[in-house]
């Protein structure tokens, strides 16, 4: 099964809202939160329905200098027999070190040695998997100094030597572009769009110089411009608390899907 269409972050706070969606074509759930005797009733309801649902891990650490947790990797497995997913999902990113952990996704130095060691984990991740993994980049506040590739390039090795599909943010791509003064739209050549499995969009804001991503804001007009630039096959809304009301909430998924040439939800 690919995923098409238009999706909606499952969360606990909204999920009466995300299930009564009309054409919805996928939701995505953090593997973490799922509880391993069953699943919720909505997200049981909306598998009977056969709408998709991607586990959404945060927590393996695929780019750590350390060899990824095995416990961490099973439960992922687990999400994915359990909500019958057609793929997961993961972060090209490190969450902890030296047994510590951080409780934030945070940045790789853009290295060969930073590629040889995610490789190597999601190698081992990919052995125990029932089903393919789509890797995502995140937004990153800081870069590390003396990177030896750029972000596409970095992106682009670790997706070929691992042939995971790729999980595109385009609030992450525009959140770096715009901390890098850079262009946003420009920062998407060189990106391996023949690997796109489905794409993640979110709100965020300006502050201290910077822009956030930070799940809790609309989705600003110049992140949706970048929609047609990358023609995805399917469109995920991020939303993580503050959540407005339902019509605000259908009336932003409208926009996404016009933006990225979708039929609207209501």
Sequence with gaps: MSLQGLGMGWRPEIAGFVAGLPGLGFVEVIAESLPPQGLPWTLADLRDRDVAIVPHGVRLSLGGAEPVSAKRVARLADAAELTGAPLVSEHIAFVRAGGLEAGHLLPLPRSWEAVHATVANVRRTKDELPVPIALEPIAALFDWPDDELTEAQFVTEILERTDALLLLDVANIYANAINRNLDPVSTLDGWPLERLAYVHIAGGRMSGGLYHDTHTDPVP?????????????????????????GAELLAELDAIAAAAGFEEVT
């Design 221 to 245: 007009r110049a992140v949706l411009d970048l929609l047609p630039a990358v023609k995805p096959p399917a469109v995920l809304l991020e939303r993580d608390g503050d959540y407005p009301t």
